[in-house]
């Protein structure tokens, strides 16, 4: 991400953060100093586009301002937020998968400080690993990013999406299958459906 993005980023979650006191008194700000660059994270491995990230960062939050209160120490923090970035994050790429439908492309974003060559290679590449990540099933993308990505302990993931410990090794199992046959096929040529 660019740093003129990064500093929007910033600005919306500083604002974000300003509305997260309510719900009953409960201070979201900590939470939000805490987590924010986490969740942040969380929804561009999820598939957010980084046009949207700021307004789905703060959709979390304002989720976490209403519900806070509800946490009741089943999970962590960290688990509680994953589960409302999987849900949001699905909500947000349904949403630009609509409206991408019924516009024309956006017009190229500007490249910064990088040489034209390192932002087309750079590009490639993140649009090939958005494009493996977007070809497996939801269920096995979640636990594939927990796992992998966050680094989350196995028992934590099944909790997070909801299944049982095997079904949730299962999963990543077939994720990393499904990963590794794309690769293959990216690098013989052809593309990674």
Same mark, same amino acid.
């Given at each position: ?79 509680? #937020? &994953? /589960?409302?970035?999987?849900?949001? =994050?699905? !909500?947000? *790429? $349904?949403?630009? +998968?609509?409206? %991408? @439908? ?69 999963? #990543? &199992? /077939?994720?990393?299958?499904?990963? =590794?046959? !794309?690769? *293959? $096929?990216?690098? +013989?040529?052809? %593309? @990674?459906?």
């Amino acid at each position: 991400m660019d740093a003129g993005r990064e500093d929007g980023l910033e600005v919306a979650l500083a604002a974000a953060r300003a509305r997260t006191i309510g719900a009953g008194g409960v201070d979201v700000g900590a939470v939000f100093d805490a987590h924010g660059k986490y969740v942040a994270r969380v929804l561009r491995c999820l598939g957010v586009r980084d046009q949207e990230l700021a307004d789905v960062c703060q959709e979390v939050f304002l989720v976490v301002q209403r519900r806070l209160h509800e946490l009741d120490g089943r999970a962590s923090l960290r688990t509680w #937020l &994953y /589960a409302i970035c999987v849900r949001k =994050a699905l !909500a947000a *790429r $349904r949403d630009a +998968a609509r409206r %991408r @439908a019924r516009e024309a492309p956006e017009s190229s974003e500007p490249i910064g400080e990088r040489t034209p060559q390192d932002e087309l290679e750079r590009t490639r590449r993140l649009a090939q690993a958005i494009e493996i990540l977007g070809g497996i099933a939801e269920d096995k993308r979640a636990v594939f990013v927990l796992y992998e990505v966050e680094q989350l302990p196995m028992p934590e993931v099944a909790e997070i999406v909801g299944c049982p410990l095997q079904t949730a090794y299962s999963r #990543l &199992y /077939a994720a990393r299958k499904e990963i =590794a046959e !794309a690769l *293959r $096929r990216l690098r +013989a040529g052809g %593309r @990674a459906e």
